[in-house]
């Protein structure tokens, strides 16, 4: 389970770092994807089930979906369409594709071994962690959603001045 624990945080490192230095929304949101489903799997390995169903559940499905419906908002306009069919070009999908088969060889792997190796005493369990969002940690989720819910709202104030504008 060591091997699948740093391979899985190599290549959250390295997406994470491809994400970031993109010049291109799109190419670093499917980074972003690996990136995200990476630390995921470093969760399972570290014996945290709940939270790896978690990251995949809520960042991975509910964020990244969020993020490009704000990026289809904001690609308004014909030049949009142009833009579009250059993001879907094959060669965009090679790095995340390359990265994203070798989480799924780990995670094939790691079922295949059944739950062998996931150490026993660091399960967390869904209880232990709604009692930290809703006890200790309740300040940082409210402002965690409030930091959510203003970064929508400036998107949407932005792609309305950049409809007004054009």
């Given at each position: 389970?060591?091997?699948?624990?740093?391979?899985?945080?190599?290549?959250?490192?390295?997406?994470?770092?491809?994400?970031?230095?993109?010049?291109?929304?799109?190419?670093?949101?499917?980074?972003?994807?690996?990136?995200?489903?990476?630390?995921?799997?470093?969760?399972?390995?570290?014996?945290?089930?709940?939270?790896?169903?978690?990251?995949?559940?809520?960042?991975?499905?509910?964020?990244?979906?969020?993020?490009?419906?704000?990026?289809?908002?904001?690609?308004l306009g014909g030049a949009a369409a142009a833009?579009?069919?250059?993001?879907?070009?094959?060669?965009?999908?090679?790095?995340?594709?390359?990265?994203?088969?070798?989480?799924?060889?780990?995670?094939?792997?790691?079922?295949?071994?059944?739950?062998?190796?996931?150490?026993?005493l660091a399960v967390i369990l869904p209880r232990?962690?709604?009692?930290?969002?809703?006890?200790?940690?309740?300040?940082?989720?409210?402002?965690?959603?409030?930091?959510?819910?203003?970064?929508?709202?400036?998107?949407?104030?932005?792609?309305?001045?950049?409809?007004?504008?054009?």
């Amino acid at each position: 389970m060591n091997d699948a624990f740093y391979v899985a945080s190599g290549i959250a490192v390295l997406s994470t770092a491809l994400a970031i230095t993109r010049a291109n929304g799109v190419h670093a949101l499917l980074y972003l994807v690996i990136s995200l489903l990476a630390v995921a799997l470093v969760f399972y390995t570290l014996g945290a089930a709940f939270a790896a169903a978690l990251e995949v559940i809520v960042y991975a499905g509910a964020i990244i979906v969020l993020m490009v419906f704000l990026v289809m908002m904001l690609n308004l306009g014909g030049a949009a369409a142009a833009r579009e069919t250059q993001w879907m070009k094959p060669r965009v999908w090679i790095g995340p594709a390359i990265l994203g088969i070798v989480l799924e060889a780990e995670i094939v792997s790691i079922l295949a071994r059944g739950d062998a190796g996931v150490p026993s005493l660091a399960v967390i369990l869904p209880r232990d962690v709604g009692i930290a969002m809703f006890g200790p940690y309740l300040l940082c989720v409210e402002l965690a959603s409030m930091l959510l819910l203003a970064a929508l709202a400036g998107a949407y104030r932005l792609a309305y001045l950049e409809r007004a504008e054009g």
